[in-house]
């Protein structure tokens, strides 16, 4: 096994990714590039008027744009072995996951991007497999993160904090675990789709076979959007009272 330095983020970091690859190939060391996986990301949990735009940005730069210039950079070495790209994709882009829009709409981006790049490059067999990924224990939730004083959610702060951990409570799939149900797919060809990590299978049946108002009607009541729903109500009723007298 070897590894290397990449900052997807970089152009100068990937050229040289390329460089070292390509000479590795010329050298004989490697065949050539099977397999190409976009794992690189960053989240950006907050609601969504709160979100500082920079901060938007280069999530986007990392979970987006990262992967479109990893894409454009290697897929030449791709044709030649008739390869795949897989792209780490997410529960997220397709849930209204609650105080994630930015990381929710970078995710969904790169589905789209995806499922037109697998057209695309079909001529050229080079297929390409988006992983739907669930719950899995990872670092993505070590960034603390604070609502600013000019919040509209302080009322809800600790349900915030619970939605900051999410993905890293409860039952999250060993990285393990996620990682060989990963690999086991590419070894085994490929697919266009894979639903792996914790609660998959849930947002799976939910969206196929119930549809999508049900993660309307369900996400608001789990990080404390319908309790402040309420309090804000509460404070109307109040505020008509006064008025009234």
Known sequence: ?????????????????????????????????????????RNCTLPALDVDLDDARHCFETNVFGVMAMCQAFVPLLIKRKGLIVNIGSLAAILPYVFGSVYNASKAALHAYSRTLRLELAPYSVRVMVIVTGGVQSNIARTPRTLPPSSLYLEIEDEFQTRVKHSQ????????????????????GGQRTLWRGNKTWIVWFARNWIGSWFFDLVLPGMFGLRRLEGLIRRRERGGEGKKSL
């Not at 990714?17 to 690189?40: Q, T």
């Not at 409860?170 to 070894?187: F, I, S, T």
Request: glycine fraction near 14%.
């Open 169 to 188: 409570s409860g039952n999250a799939m060993p990285n393990m675990e996620y990682a060989k149900g990963v690999v086991d797919a590419v070894v085994n």
């Open 1 to 41: 096994m070897r590894t290397l330095s990449l900052d997807v983020t970089d152009g100068k970091s990937i050229e040289e990714a390329k460089r070292e690859i390509e000479g590795w190939v010329e050298n004989g060391e490697i065949g050539g590039l099977d397999v190409l996986v976009n794992n690189a990301g």
